[in-house]
């Protein structure tokens, strides 16, 4: 996309790909996060809807190390990750953020705000609240066959990946999680096998662990959950929200629902979302 200019970065011994649009202003800049498998490209309609609004740095963020991955790359550790994100502001020089985070991007958000508040000015997240650490109790109640369980296993999701090219990988990956189910596969079956090749696209899509305890987010905060979004159906998930839970939490937490969004509803709904970012935006900012 012409209006978006990528550079490489070197924080941590990593090597960070940077998507930006737009020029530092006096506005805080605001950070977009994206989920996993997704790249920064998922966020464009964002992007340049907010770049429009606002004078402001945008960036994405995606870990691409520049030496061989370590040999026992499950020890590193979330408080990593975060501490790359705070390299990777200085970096940039970037003293205060709006983070908009979404699915893994969202807990990355809301985290790093808990532990840097003075660094965040306002917090949006889609498809996922803030929920307490409790890593272990989540994973008890998965079943053996999600893609959490499966893709946690050291190379499994390469394998899984490297049986297809990538065109079908991202194909399967936005019909599979589109879905308001989340996708669970067979004793002996792949993730990637749960799909019936002959499943279309969705019609919007492109066809070309902590202890941290007593602490609140006290920014500003918006959560973005679709109505059809399978995250939902994790368990406690969708009354956490409902209750008014979340609030304990994130005090100053706004919810919006887009009640046909799906997993990608920046994708499906682009304008939807895209209003919902500005509104908050022109509130906090």
Not at 98 to 109: N, Q, T, Y
Not at 171 to 195: C, G, H, K, T, W
Request: net charge negative; hydrophobic share 40%.
């Amino acid at each position: 996309m012409e209006e978006i200019e990528h550079k490489y970065v070197q924080v941590n011994g990593l090597k960070l790909h940077v998507a930006e649009i737009g020029k530092i202003g006096s506005s805080p800049a605001v950070v977009f996060l994206h989920g996993f498998p997704e790249i920064w490209y998922s966020w464009r309609h964002q992007m340049t809807a907010v770049a429009r609004a606002v004078q402001s740095y945008r960036t994405r963020l995606q870990r691409v190390r520049v030496i061989d991955p370590p040999p026992e790359p499950e020890k590193t550790t979330f408080m990593d990750l975060l501490a790359d994100i705070l390299a990777l502001l200085d970096d940039l020089g970037l003293s205060k953020v709006i983070l908009i985070g979404k699915d893994f991007g969202s807990r990355i958000a809301y985290i790093f705000s808990l532990l840097h508040p003075g660094r965040v000015s306002g917090v949006i997240t889609l498809g996922v609240p803030f929920v307490p650490p409790s890593r272990p109790t989540v994973l008890k109640h998965l079943p053996e066959g999600s893609y959490i369980s499966r893709w946690q296993e050291r190379g499994r999701a390469e394998t899984d990946f490297s049986r297809f090219d990538c065109k079908t990988v991202i194909r399967n990956i936005y019909i599979l999680f589109s879905r308001n189910e989340v996708p669970i596969a067979n004793e002996n079956q792949e993730i990637m096998d749960i799909l019936d090749v002959s499943t279309p696209l969705p019609s919007w899509s492109l066809h070309e662990e902590f202890n941290i305890a007593n602490l609140k987010v006290e920014v500003p905060a918006l959560v973005i959950m679709g109505g059809k979004d399978y995250s939902l159906k994790f368990p406690g998930i969708e009354d956490h929200i409902k209750s008014g839970r979340a609030k304990v939490y994130v005090p100053n937490l706004e919810t919006a629902f887009l009640l046909e969004g799906s997993h990608f509803m920046q994708e499906q709904f682009p304008d939807q979302v895209n209003q919902l970012v500005l509104n908050f935006l022109s509130n906090y900012s």
